[in-house]
Structure formats: C-alpha cells, structure tokens
C-alpha cells in the first residue's frame, strides 16, 4: 500500500488521556481512534495488527483439531437465568429489552450458549471431544475501562470451549490447548509464561494464564530461575518451613507499647524485627468474623484465604475497627490470638515461629516470648500468604523471580460447572446419561497486540514482532521529486509485494525527518530507505527497528535480502 | 476435515419453523441453528461459506483500493442524534443505557460512526479520495424476523464508506465500487443483475441494488430482453407514450352502474376493458388528500407516487373509504376527476386515452367517454405506475421481462447528506471549507450465502458454486471396515489436502445410502465415492453435485483431476 492512499492519522504530540505507553503509541500511530469510553475503532493498521494474531489463532486452533464456528453476540436472558449468572454476573453484563420485551444482553463469554448448543446437537459419547472456538468482539461494561486496548468495553477475543466423555479426555484436550497457546504466543514472537492460575471454587480442576512478560503489566508473576514453574500470586505456593529443633521457650512477657498499632512502629519501639513479630488479622467471611495470623512482614494473599475458609473473594473482606472492637472487645492494634473466641487460621510460617511478639488484647501492650500451642491454638495452619523473592521455587527448590505479566490468555478446565447447571448430557458407552466435561480458553486478542506493544517499544515509537506487524517492510522514498529515486522505489515496491512482502511505499510529499519519525512511530520491522546514497552509489539502507543495525547494499540485492530476513522471522516454532 | 470429528449436526425431516427453501437446508444440513428469533449460530460449515464469502469481498474491495478497517458495534446515542436519525430510525435500531446512564445503540449501519471518525482526523483535500470498509456483525431489531439468514436480527454485513473532495470523484468512486460488486458476485458463481434502485429524497444522486436472480425472491426485478438495462420496481421508469392522433372525441354520457364499484365489476357491466377505463385512487400524503389517476389495468408504484409528492413513503397512504367520502362527498367505488377540488396526479398513460369510463361522483354511476383537457384537468402528469411485461424497455424499447431477486448487495452515492449533518469538512485547494462527498456500499455477507442456497439447490439439497462452498470436495470412504478401501480413501484424502483442496472425508461408521443423502444435503461441488467399484476395477467415481455427471477413474488419477475441476471452477472473472 501506499501511505499517501493510507488513513493513518499520526500524532505529534502523546494525547493526554492515555496513560500507559501501547495505549499513547496506539493513538499517535494512528492504529486506533477512541468512540467513546473503553471503545476504540480499530483503524487499517490496527486491524492489520489484529488480523495478524487472528490469523496465528486460528491456524494453532485447527492444527490442535478445533473448529471454529460463530456465535450471536445478543443472548437470551433466559440462558443466563439457567446457569444462575443473570444474578450473579455484575453490572459488566451489560442487560436490555428487546422490542418485544424480551431480557437479553451483549454477551461478554458464551458458556452458556455454546453449553446450550451442544445440549441441542449432541447426544452420544462417540460424537465427543468437540473442541469449538470463535473469534468474536465482546463487550464488558467495565466501570473504569481504561489502558486503550488493555481494559477496553468493547474488544476482540478468541474464545474456545471444550466437550469430553471423560475426565480423561478432558485433561488430554486440555494440554492440546496448552501447546497451542506455547504455539501461537510463540508465534506471535513475545516473551510470555504460561503460569498456573486459581481456579476459585470449582474443585478438582485447573488453570493457567499466559502472561505476556513487560514491566508495564498489571499482574505479578512468580517465576523460577531454575526450573520451568511459573505462577500468579494467586496460586503461588509457598513452601513450608523446613522444621527446625526449636530454641529454648522464654517466659510470655507482657510489655507497654504506648500508642504503637501498626507492625513498623511496634517493631521499632521493640527494636525487634517484623520477622519476630506475628500479626492478627480479623476478615469477615461471609459477615463472619476470622482471626488470620501471619509473621510481621507478609502479606495475606485474599484468594488463599478465600479457598482455606471455602468462600468467594466477593464475600470476603477485612473487618472495619468498630467490627474488630464489638467481635473482640480488643481496639484494632492490639490483637492477639490468645483467648480469642473468633475461629483463628495461621498461616504455615509460623510453625517456624518461636518466642515472637503479638497484641496482647489489651489497649497499648504487646507481649513478648509467645508461642503457639503454648500460649495459643489455631483451627487451621496452612498457606495464606504471598508469595516473596525470598522463597524458593515450590517444583525445585530454585530461587525465585517476582516480574510483572499482561495476561493475554487463560485455558481452564470447568468440570461439569456449566454442563450440570444446564443439564447438557450425552450417553456415554453403558447407556447412561452422564454431563460433558467442559474446558475453556480465551485468548485477548486486540488486548494482544496491546500487549506486545508494551513489551517492545521505545521512546522512539513501537517495535512489532515481525509475525504480528500489520506490515513487515517500510519503504522510504525520500526524494518523491527525483526521477531515479522515485522509479527505484517503485521498482523494489514492485519486486517487494510480487514476493508477497507486505510493504508500505512512503510517497509522500514530506521531508525526510518526518517519514523517519513515522517509520519508527509505526514500529514496521524493516526500513528501507531509498535516497542520497542511491544516487551516489546505487545503495540502499535496510535498517531493523528492533536492533537498530543497518545494512547497505545494490538495490538490486535488496529485495532477496529482505525476502530471507522476512522468512527467517516467520519460521515456526520447534 | 473428518466428517466423524465434524459438528454437522444434519437433521432427516425438515424443522416446521422454516418457511423458505435456504432457511430449512441450512437447518438440515446443520449449518445453522436459531438461538433466539432472527438470532443464529454459525456452525462450521455454515461460517466456513460466509468466510467464503468474505475472503472474495475483501480481496476485491482491496483491489478497488478500499481499506479495511474495523468501527464499534456500540455505538454513542449522541452521534444518532445529531444525524437525526436517533429519533427517526424506528424500533429497528436497539437503543439502550449504559450502566453509566449514556445512551448507546447497537450499530445497524455505520454512517454516523464512519463520518465522525473522518471529521476528526482528515482535514485536506490532499489526503481524499478515501474508501474504507468493514465486515461486521450487525443488528436491526426486526418485528418480524424470518426466512432464516435472508431476514435476521443479527448478521453479517460488509459495509463500505467513501469520501470524496469533488463530485466527479465520488462518481468515480461509484463507479469503481459498481465494478468491485460485479466482480465479487462473479466470483461467488451466482446469476444476478445490478438493478437501478431509486434513491428516495436524496437529490442528485444514484444507486444500484445488486439481485441474485432466484423465483424465491422477495423483490420484482425488470430486466431487458435485449440490452443491459435493469432496475427494480421502484425505478423502473415507465416510458412516455407515443402521442397518437386522437380519435373523435365522443359525449360525455352518464351510465348507472348499481353496485358496481371495482374496475372488474365496472368494466364487465359495461363490456369494455380495463384499458379503457381511469380510476381514481385517494392518497393521504402527510396527512392531506390527493387523487391519483390510473388506467384500469394499471398500479400504482407508491416511491415514484411519493417522489413526484415530495413526501417520505412512511408518510404516505391509501386514503380510507371515510376519508374519501369526507374530502370528495362521493362514496368509495363511483370517485372520478371532474370536479375534484383536491389536487390530482395522474400517471402518464392518460397522455394517449381517449373517451375513457371514469366515475361520476355519484354512488351507482359512472361516465362514459370522459377525456382530459376537455372534461378535467390535472396538476401533474408523470410516471406513477408500476411498470408491466408489456411495457418496453425505456433505454432500448426491447421488450422487458418482470423476474425475481434477492438484494445482497446495495451501493449509494450519498452525497453530502451525513458530512451536512455531523459538519464533516475538509480544506479543498482553495483554502474553503468543503463537506465531504460521501457514497456508501453494502452487502449482505450471511444473506449471500442464503441467496446462493435461494438460487442453488434441488429436492436433495444446496448445490453450492464451487467458490463459496464450505468444502469443495466430499470424499466418501463407503466401506470403513474394508482395509483397502480405507486406505485408498485416507491417501486420496493426504494427496487432496497437501494440494491444497478443501476435502471432507466421510470416515463414519453409517450405510452408504446414508452418506449420499448427507453429501447431496451439504452441496458440496464435487464427491468422490470410494467403494465396491475400487475393490473390483480399482477406480472411484467423481460425480458433479450441479449437473450429476459422473466419472469413473482409477484412483491413482483422481486427485489430479479434482485439482483440475476446482482451478477452474476459481478462474476469476474477465
């Protein structure tokens, strides 16, 4: 394509309202274009980039035997009522009458209709594994869409969902879904990890996210240096404590902290360290109250609390101080688990614990030397805790990376969850009625090329990974008034997209300087750039945004050159 | 593709709900299936014809230098109304609340989208002529929704927008896109015509509806015998009559006609035929009376009616039998022209009619030999009627035949009509500010593919055009337990897919009869029968699903020659 005939509208300056850098690069490049809040029009070099990852989708997804289909975006309300989601699904389902009054709603995942469609169609264990996928936009009414493409309303996914005879079945299909993603985000040519994921309360089953690694990123990720483990904060597992033979037991001591609530202050005033100190923590779990006890310097991971006490993160919050005073009498503070009447879980580190300090239950004192099943009992001792570099790798033993991931896919495995609730059962091979097992896997799409923009960029603008670049060769004509300049341009232009490159050809009537900005801005793999040393000597400079490396050589050479370099970039994956 | 991995869920008896031809194949051959009223899914086959479809339009709208790109289907309200159209776009268009209180709508068409998007960020007369397009899912909150994808809620749309400094260019642009649509319905193998549609009270402007010619069609297409002319109802202007020397003008005589009020009856009791006698219809345009004059055997045609009136076809009506005893004082059945003081329209026709019946104002009678000039006159004589297959040809006076059609595509010269409303103006090379030429281009992507089933198919089945078919080539393994056979079949299937033809194997455990029921159902162009004749003569038979020929060759020649069958089928057009 030519650019002059291109609506690429850049942009000088960064707009204000984007505060992450694929979100300011995306509006200067002109890829994409705000409608109103969290909806973006993708532009033809946005789409290019899109239509890039779809691509790579979907090729990955019929080699591991899916099937695409397609389905409605507009869903019934009646289908969300069956799997109990009409309720529970917040304010992002966006919900409206039709006009024939009829409840339905812009559908932001499709459980519910594919489980209805294959309840309809199939009926027999030997019709099974169906694996189906679509690539669809979806909507979400996010309160604070934001992040451009990363936390849009309206956005592009692929979403695929899995239907096995057995348990099985499932798991094998689930690891085909695995490889595919290691696949396609490999092809797509970013560094990403697959880490495990929480799978909340659906027993028995699980789940990993792949995180696109850059700074940017909105989620930590835990990442073994030695070994191939990797996980959100979430799932992180902490390894217990090694047992040690435990020092001698010192006398509970109960000591004035005049005014010292917070774990900084009373250490301090101690001249101890957090390490030595535990701290009571009061949640209410379903307006229950709970103590939760945890050395002075680690921090409660909500989603392992959540799954120890058996609740959902909605119904699980930390308890106000006027809750904290009326369920223990204590002011928030001074707590401890000695003589408390709430139900108490510890988290594994304090089995290492010994003659540490904690509230003392009483208005400015701590005590000092406690230790548990001395001093105190606890209903549960298991991990709550997050995560630190400080802890070592759970599969190895190997030191631990914390990094920050933009999750781009999840894969999942439902079990029955949404097979039971809409009674979608087949006959397996006794006769007898049984649910399909169901797995999941959704992949951001548009969230993706967002994604590799905040992993390869520089102040200078975006660098794509070749596979995904809506182009692959920029080709500069910097004298659009020379005869001899414009005519090699064109003649490699030519050459190039004979070859099937996919080029753009600035002609346009700018200076130098501009199309130079543009070139980078744009973040197109190769430049090439046809001017002074072509009347000179005949050459021209390919030059590769990422490297920054050029390269001179007979513009006869050049189109060969930039045919291997292509190829060598969109090799697949071992 | 193996057919037993396949979701093709076909069904033996044809669901009641379907009314037309495609509707119930779609449904048996498990292409589609309805999930709420005009609300489908796509199955793989039925999305694998629509991309079919797709793939055509965007290389020829690429090649006609349009570009692709991608708006919201979320659309502000705000932008509807100041085109206006959010308070006179009907029930169709689905408006609903966010959940922060803002007005939205599900996007039926874009034209307000696409004109705010180029307001803001195209501003010279250097960076037109634009062309850019989508494929998009779209909806229109039907009353009625029916006849399967020919009349969804929701469906698949390509729709185009182009901007234009100079009413020549837009001109070219209609004309470019005029090209692209015939080449794309070419390429799809469908017989169809681009008819002349009217253009309603846009001034100045044209436009084209592009008809798949089938018997099943909604719409009355007239089409000349002789040269290219073609135009749907609406426009198909009606040529002048020859003026001839009038005969002898006879007495106006009154006649009693008791009871008899329809032209039919009239006519018979005064033994003369509909051709010699007006009728004189009451209109209510926006609310006030107006009489049209007809010739007996003659309709009116309401667009050109409510263009000659200047009035909107919602806002125009058959006058009720109290409205007209109301405004003329003569009951339904005996109205006539002479002495109506409302104003009268009377159809060109009456130019060339001499001593004609009309009606005499007075219940039970009429008059014979009533001529206009001498015993009435009326404000305008033109084109009003419906045209017949006895009118000729208005480019070439050959004769004309009345046929029927499905409109899949639509093209528009839209003038400055949106870039007017939503103040969309560009600098021209004067410096003055200009509102952009618009034109807009439909077509009907998922209605396409219906169309093709509307036009393809027999008792058995789709007979699908090789380029839009799902598969081109179904190959039926009819012995899966024979071993040789088998392999025969998976090696033809191996040489087929590595030469790049779209095959389906039909590897189930089913009777052969079963399999030619299935294979002729999902019309794929071209099957390939491996059997008893393999066994015996080692050869398999290609039959043509379109014509029925069959070919009988050893299998070692098969795969070349179905290479053969469908390169030729993809020859692009002249």
């Known amino acids: 394509m030519r650019f002059s005939q291109l609506l690429i509208p850049t942009l000088k300056e960064t707009p204000s309202e984007a505060e992450v850098v694929s979100h300011q690069l995306l509006l200067r490049a002109g890829f994409i274009r705000k409608l109103s809040s969290g909806i973006y029009s993708y532009l033809p070099l946005g789409l290019a980039a899109i239509r890039k990852v779809e691509r790579i989708v979907r090729e990955e997804m019929n080699r591991a035997g899916a099937q695409e289909l397609l389905l409605p975006m507009v869903q019934p309300g009646d289908l969300w009522k ?18 024939h009054g009829r409840k339905s709603c812009l559908g932001p995942t499709h459980e519910e209709v594919i489980t209805d469609l294959i309840r309809l169609n199939v009926h027999s264990y ?23 493409l990363m936390r849009g309303r309206e956005f592009i996914m692929k979403d695929g969902y899995s239907f096995d005879a057995s348990e099985e079945g499932a798991d094998a299909t689930y690891r085909k879904m695995h490889e595919a993603y290691h ?24 789940s990993h996210e792949f995180m696109v690694l850059a700074d940017t990123g909105e989620d930590t990720v835990v ?32 000591i004035e902290t005049p005014g010292k609530k917070k774990v900084a202050a009373v250490t301090e005033f101690l001249n101890i360290s957090a390490k030595e100190l535990v701290k009571t923590l009061v949640y209410m779990a379903e307006d229950k109250p709970v103590a939760v006890l945890l050395r002075g310097d680690h921090e409660v991971q909500t989603v392992k609390l959540a799954n120890a006490l058996g609740v959902n993160t909605d119904n699980l919050r930390l308890a106000e101080d006027k809750e904290i005073f009326d369920t223990t009498g204590t002011p928030s503070g001074y707590l401890g688990p000695i003589g408390l009447t709430i139900p108490v879980l510890a988290d594994n580190e304090l089995g290492r614990m010994h003659n540490f300090a904690i509230g003392a239950n009483e208005k400015n004192f701590h005590l000092l030397n406690a230790n548990l099943h001395r001093d105190f009992t606890v209903q549960t001792i298991t991990d709550l805790r997050q995560i630190t570099s400080e802890d070592l790798c759970p599969t190895c033993g190997g030191g631990l990376e914390l990094t920050r991931g933009i999750e781009v896919g999840h894969i999942f495995k439902l079990g029955t969850k949404y097979s039971e609730a809409l009674k979608a059962t087949f006959l397996d091979n006794q006769g007898a009625e049984q649910p399909f097992i169901m797995g999941c896997y959704g992949i951001g799409v548009s969230r993706t090329v967002a994604a590799a923009i905040e992993q390869n960029h520089d102040k200078d603008g975006m660098i794509f990974p070749l596979p995904i670049a809506p182009f692959q060769v920029i080709l500069l004509n910097l004298s659009p008034k020379d005869e001899a300049i414009s005519a090699a341009s064109s003649q490699l232009y030519d050459q190039l ?72 970039a969109l090799a697949p994956p071992q």
Chains 1, 2 share one sequence.
């Not at 696949?183 to 028995?204: H, K, P, Q, W, Y």
């Not at 240096?225 to 037991?249: H, Q, V």
Request: with cysteine.
């Open 223 to 254: 990442i073994c240096s030695k070994c191939e483990y990797a996980a959100n904060m979430e799932k992180a597992r902490c390894l217990e404590p090694p047992a040690i033979s435990p020092p001698p037991l010192l006398a509970l001591t109960k």
């Open 497 to 568: 997209n004979k070859s099937g490159i996919e080029v753009i050809l600035d002609d346009r009537d700018e200076r130098p300087g501009s199309k130079f900005k543009d070139a980078d801005l744009l973040g197109i793999p190769y430049r090439v750039m046809v001017g002074k040393s072509f009347s000179e000597k005949g050459e021209v400079e390919i030059k590769d945004r990422a490297t920054g490396t050029t390269l001179n050589l007979p513009l006869a050479e050049a189109g060969a050159k930039l045919v291997a370099l292509v190829h060598d």
């Open 82 to 99: 069956e799997s109990g989601r009409w309720e529970k699904y917040g304010p992002e389902l966006l919900r409206f009458t039709d006009r």
């Open 126 to 148: 030997k019709e099974l594994p169906l694996n189906l996928y679509q690539i669809q936009t979806k909507f979400r009414d996010e309160i604070r869409p934001r992040f451009g």
């Open 183 to 206: 696949r396609i985000f490999s092809r797509c040519g970013l560094a990403f990890r697959a880490v495990e994921a929480d799978t909340g309360t659906i027993g028995g089953s699980f």
